[in-house]
């Protein structure tokens, strides 16, 4: 006997006299005339029930009514199905109270969490004991296929049986899914819709079984099973119509406890995209505020590098005193390399993929992570290798900070060591010995070892996950080595770990050697400044960027006229376009942008070289410069060596032209 057996809609619908869509036609009918019974403004609860007291009962049409008016039935088909659900209501009448009672109150045992894990076990401990059983399974419906899935059976092997799938309308349990009632089995051997394979797994010997639908809204959610009755005896029709009792609360708390854990779920979802948002407006804001900061400390560097080579200028070759700006102007290049580095954290620089040399990079790292490090843990370099890849130095750098931040961590009481090295290996097939999916080739490998505290495998195998951390709240965002990993992925290059607990752990990072070798006069350092005698016209903002610069550019030969407005710049080449051989301009500039004064420019005289500098500025590039129609485009700050050598290149190449 079925729970829901005794509503009258079931009935209606068993006997074939209405389908489940006439049913649910005829409820939405009833629906609408309690809705319009409902108090819509307040809803105090005394004063809701004194309104509605005053209306009468009649008002709400009974179901039977309705589907009679809907020409859905006759009015013996009404009768008949009265009759049946008095007879059901008797039955139930009849039951042991005390047992009825004991299911009534597991009942609410088992609704009085939401916890899907603890629901389920309830609901398992406790079929036994309403139907004295020595076993029992729950198996919930799978929508989308029609399987039965084992969800946590009880007794001997049980969790050789979680996950298994049971096809549509197969065993005891398919058929009590298709006809949607109970089904006794006082013997299973004698019963073709037995699924003997499920003993054959379980271990347990099926002698008599009792299996019920569990039902929510009107829909199948699953079965509940109990299997062999203690004391050798079978189950009955007792048993039947307590245990449909008891599955029907059990559906509504595995309904409730599934409902509240897909809220949670999705309360947890917009809780991250809420941090990943807060997280982006924060990366913006950062960049906005970097981009400013790099455009004002590349001014200042400019400065600072100009009146250091006039300094320099000054000094005698060889002394302390030239020695010292020397080192000041290796000093202000990784100022500007750092700033650099800067805007790349904050998204604000996009990648230059060019040959590098990695333990150039890798040196630099240490020197600014040695201030970060406690002298008690030894940092160890091993960087002979000189091999050169294809790569961006930025994020290179950015690889070797994480990893060594992350090796710091790892050592607890400050007590250890961290060892990076480098070195060239040679890749032989897709799938060597070390397991790397790399093509053939030369490789440099950049490792980082510690000794710390190690990791457990569960946790490696989560280390590269975006959002994983192992860090408490407060104590930062976590490894990073999403982000470490995307990078050398970018790089066509393959990052492997080894860690033991109480061991520590060694990160191997493979990247591709190119053969191309590193120009020795290629950086900025290198070279000679080039003289020349043409006319520049040489615009900024910043005083201190034009001083400098006309003082050191005269000594090479060239005449410099000066302009600390765009707008006057743009008035006095008007007034004579033919004067100026070249025009080197500052891209931020507060009366007019540079790039819009150089246009100007060019519309009066199409022939004019330009060379446009920037600090920082979003809206012009390397490559967008050269499309508008500039000769070069100059990143500050600038060595005049390196200034010089650029007028010379611009203006060999139009006197070519």
Avoid at 452 to 481: A, C, D
Avoid at 560 to 572: D, F, G, H, P
Wanted: aromatic share 6%; charged share 25%.
């Amino acid at each position: 006997m079925n729970i829901n057996s005794h509503l009258l809609g079931d009935i209606l619908i068993k006997r074939g006299h209405v389908s489940k869509a006439e049913i649910a036609e005829a409820l939405q009918v009833q629906q609408s005339f309690i809705e319009d019974l409902l108090v819509e403004s307040d809803f105090d609860r005394s004063e809701l029930i004194s309104i509605n007291r005053a209306k009468k009962n009649d008002e709400i049409p009974m179901l039977g009514q309705i589907l009679i008016q809907k020409g859905f039935i006759e009015e013996e088909d009404l009768v008949q199905a009265l009759e049946t659900q008095s007879k059901l209501a008797m039955d139930l009448h009849l039951l042991d109270s005390e047992k009825l009672a004991n299911v009534l109150k597991v009942g609410f045992v088992i609704n009085s969490t939401i916890d899907i894990l603890e629901v389920l076990s309830l609901i398992m401990k406790y079929a036994n004991i309403v139907t004295d059983a020595t076993a029992s399974t729950l198996m919930l419906l799978d929508e989308k296929t029609g399987e039965l899935v084992f969800s946590v059976p009880t007794g001997p092997n049980t969790d050789e049986l979680k996950d298994i799938r049971i096809p549509p309308g197969v065993g005891v349990a398919g058929w009590v899914v298709e006809n949607q009632k109970p089904l006794l089995v006082s013997d299973s051997k004698k019963d073709a819709r037995f699924y003997s394979q499920i003993d054959d797994i379980s271990g347990v010997k099926t002698e008599s079984l009792l299996c019920v639908p569990m039902r929510s809204n009107r829909r199948i959610i699953g079965v509940l099973e109990v299997i062999n009755k203690r004391k050798g005896e079978y189950f009955n029709e007792e048993d039947s119509l307590l245990l449909s009792i008891f599955s029907h609360h059990a559906a509504i708390a595995i309904e409730n406890a599934m409902l509240f854990q897909a809220m949670h779920n999705r309360i947890e979802k917009e809780k991250m995209i809420e941090k990943k948002i807060s997280e982006s407006e924060r990366v913006r804001s950062i960049g906005t505020l970097a981009a400013g900061i790099a455009h004002d400390f590349n001014n200042i560097l400019g400065g600072i590098v100009g009146y250091a080579e006039l300094a320099r200028m000054d000094a005698l070759n060889g002394s302390d005193q030239y020695n010292y700006l020397e080192k000041l102007l290796g000093a202000t290049g990784r100022a500007k390399a750092l700033i650099l580095q800067i805007l790349t954290y904050s998204r604000q620089s996009e990648n230059e993929f060019k040959p590098v040399r990695v333990n150039v990079i890798t040196k630099e790292a240490l020197k600014l992570l040695r201030a970060a490090i406690p002298k008690s843990i030894d940092l160890v370099e091993d960087l002979c290798c000189r091999s050169v890849i294809m790569g961006d130095s930025t994020q290179i750098h950015q690889i070797i900070m994480n990893l060594c931040t992350n090796a710091k961590h790892a050592i607890k009481n400050n007590e250890g060591s961290i060892k990076v090295s480098l070195n060239e290996v040679i890749v032989e097939c897709f799938s060597d010995k070390n397991n790397l999916e790399l093509v053939p080739g030369p490789y440099l490998k950049l490792s980082v070892e510690d000794n710390g505290i190690g990791m457990p495998s569960h946790i490696v195998k989560r280390i590269y996950e975006p959002f994983f951390t192992t860090k408490s709240n407060g104590q930062g965002t976590g490894m990073g080595l999403s982000m470490v990993h995307g990078i050398v992925k970018g790089h066509n290059g393959e990052i492997k770990v080894k860690s033991k607990l109480g061991k520590g752990t060694v990160f191997d990072i493979y990247l591709p050697i190119i053969n191309k070798k590193l120009d020795s006069n290629s950086s900025e350092a290198s070279g000679h400044a080039l003289c020349g005698e043409e006319h520049i016209l040489f615009v900024d903002d910043e005083i201190m960027l034009l001083d400098a610069p006309k003082k050191i550019l005269n000594s090479l030969g060239y005449k410099v006229t000066i302009e600390n407005s765009s707008k006057e710049a743009l008035k006095r080449f008007k007034s004579n376009p033919e004067e100026y051989d070249i025009v080197i301009t500052d891209m931020t500039m507060p009366e007019m942008m540079g790039d819009i004064m150089a246009q100007e420019m060019m519309n009066i005289r199409p022939n004019i070289p330009i060379i446009i500098c920037t600090g920082y500025n979003s809206r012009l590039t390397k490559d967008s410069a050269k499309q508008i129609g500039f000769e070069a485009f100059l990143m500050k700050p600038f060595q005049m060596k390196t200034l010089s050598q650029k007028i010379r290149e611009v203006l060999d190449k139009n006197i070519h032209d």
